[in-house]
């Protein structure tokens, strides 16, 4: 069973540009959500969608987007990159169950590391 | 989220068991323990998780104090391979969603 894919892996962007990632979920996942590591700050939550409407929403600027295709695939993006937003970008996604507890196991991608210069 | 405290960093010798502690004191009758870790430059990787009773897996074990207070992750013989940052994270499970509130992990070197 193919993994979560991140694409893509490396890029360079410059301040003020924008950027797109894309993250293929495993098949049959339906909840998709984005992080974003730093050294400073460590990982941090930035949105999740599930069946395309975002569900849950971390505390990040209005700079950061996201949405989710009927295939489950998620693209984020960032506008008006500023050099803090040098990071690794993760995607994990997961298959909620229904009926039962939500038993929360995410399985996270190899992420996609965005330099802004 | 509750939130977890854990140790910064340990130190392990190779073949031994490496006992990772994890202080979760607000914990609430519905928040699981969950365990990742995070090898260099890698996303993380799920290794367990647990309500109430100790659980083992292929890779590990987990033990929860009858308060559920606390937590240990037990990874029985570690390898070198097992050097990377040990996240301990509480959440709800369930309809709420899969936000994870990572902290500092603790970081773990194996040692030949």
């Known amino acids: 069973k193919a993994g979560v894919t991140q694409t893509p892996r490396y890029l360079i962007k410059t301040r003020g540009q924008q950027v797109t990632l894309s993250c293929s979920p495993i098949?049959?996942?339906?909840?998709v959500s984005w992080y974003q590591q730093t050294p400073g700050q460590g990982l941090q939550f930035l949105f999740e969608y599930f069946s395309e409407t975002q569900r849950n929403k971390g505390n990040f600027p209005g700079r950061f987007s996201g949405r989710q295709f009927s295939n489950s695939r998620s693209e984020m993006n960032v506008s008006t990159l500023e050099l803090g937003d040098s990071a690794l970008y993760l995607c994990a996604s997961s298959f909620p169950t229904s009926g039962s507890p939500n038993t929360g196991e995410l399985f996270f991608g190899e992420g996609s590391r965005l330099t802004v210069l | 989220d509750a939130k977890t405290t854990q140790p910064t960093s340990m130190d392990c010798a190779e073949g031994r068991a490496a006992n990772l502690p994890c202080n979760h004191s607000t914990i609430s009758g519905n928040e699981y323990v969950y365990w990742y870790r995070q090898i260099h430059s890698q996303g993380p990787q799920y290794i367990i998780h647990g309500l109430k009773n100790n659980e083992t897996n292929e890779m590990a074990s987990l033990i929860i104090t009858e308060d559920r207070k606390s937590s240990t992750l037990i990874l029985p013989h570690a390898t070198l391979r097992d050097t990377a940052v040990y996240y301990c994270?509480?959440?709800?499970?369930?309809?709420?969603?899969?936000?994870?509130?990572f902290g500092g992990g603790t970081r773990v070197l194996v040692k030949p």
């Open positions: 098949s049959g996942h339906r909840s």
């Open positions: 994270i509480v959440r709800v499970a369930g309809a709420a969603g899969n936000k994870l509130t």
